[in-house]
């Protein structure tokens, strides 16, 4: 068997929480990340027939049934991964009937995955019907993001406009545009599938007066999704009550035309 700790899963893991942890957009325990990992790279680290504890999902998860995911623990905080993972982490396998994820490894102080574990989970089945490369849901609270939230009307169409117009990288890395949920109380079986339902047609979902989820087929890709947003929302932030230029739409267009891509449909005018 493999040392667990050297483990290309658990190195990305910890560096991806520590630059979320470093931006800002992590505090406490805030933010939550889970990834689909292939099982026969798992099984070079674990005895996949070793399960040390049963843990309820509290939802139907049958759609993933045998799925293995790295999760972050509840109440566990983003800066602290890096140094103690296995505490900080827990590697869970569905259960066949999708009610409970069996622990193979981590959550080392009987700890267990983040209580957004409804909405992530959901979040994979919208994405991978959508793409079946999709791995990640990363969620984090990106403070200039929840700050527009707090200026900006909660309409997806709107939001995605006011990104689009304020960086020219926006329309070029999120065609699709951000979806949008109202303010909601948080993890439940409800804004999860609130979230799943806004996953079928975007990677991004803002969560009014919360925070973001980004997803995508590595960490990468989740946190670049996030980190575009979130850098833009700033731009937007710094210039409210300033605003002189924003990219016309006919830019706009003319971005997603030279890189061939479809953008979100409603947010420009025909
Ligand atoms: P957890 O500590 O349960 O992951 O919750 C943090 C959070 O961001 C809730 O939305
Ligand atoms: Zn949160």
Not at 100 to 110: F, I, P, R, S
Not at 115 to 138: K, T
Not at 230 to 239: G, S
Request: hydrophobic share 40%; aromatic share 8%.
């Amino acid at each position: 068997m493999k040392d667990i700790f050297k483990a290309p899963f658990i190195i990305e893991m910890g560096e991806t929480t520590a630059n979320m942890y470093r931006q800002g957009w992590d505090e406490r325990n805030g933010g939550n990340i889970s990834y689909m990992l292939d099982e026969a790279e798992v099984a070079e680290y674990l005895d996949l027939n070793n399960v040390i504890r049963t843990i309820p999902t509290g939802f139907d998860a049958k759609k993933l049934a045998g799925k293995i995911f790295i999760v972050t623990g509840t109440g566990k905080y983003f800066k602290n991964v890096q140094k103690d993972p296995e505490t900080n982490l827990g590697i869970v396998r569905i259960s066949a009937d999708g009610t409970t994820a069996e622990l193979l490894w981590g959550y080392k102080d009987g700890g267990k995955f983040t209580s957004e574990f409804p909405a992530h989970m959901m979040s994979h089945i919208a994405r991978l019907e959508q793409d079946p490369n999709h791995r990640v849901v990363c969620h984090s609270h990106p403070t200039y993001t929840i700050a527009m939230n707090t200026v900006c009307s909660t309409d997806e169409k709107d939001f995605t406009h006011k990104l689009w117009q304020s960086n020219t990288e926006c329309v070029v890395v999120f065609p699709d545009g951000v979806g949008v949920l109202p303010c909601m109380v948080c993890g439940t079986e409800e804004i999860g599938i609130a979230t799943a339902e806004k996953m079928k047609e975007h990677r991004i979902v803002v969560w009014t007066n919360h925070g973001i989820y980004g997803t995508g087929k590595n960490l990468d890709e989740a946190f670049g999704l996030i980190e575009t947003v979130e850098k833009t929302a700033m731009i937007y932030m710094l210039a409210l009550g300033h605003t002189v230029n924003v990219i016309p739409d006919d830019i706009i267009r003319g971005l997603a035309e030279l890189w061939g891509l479809k953008m979100m449909d409603g947010v420009l005018d025909d």
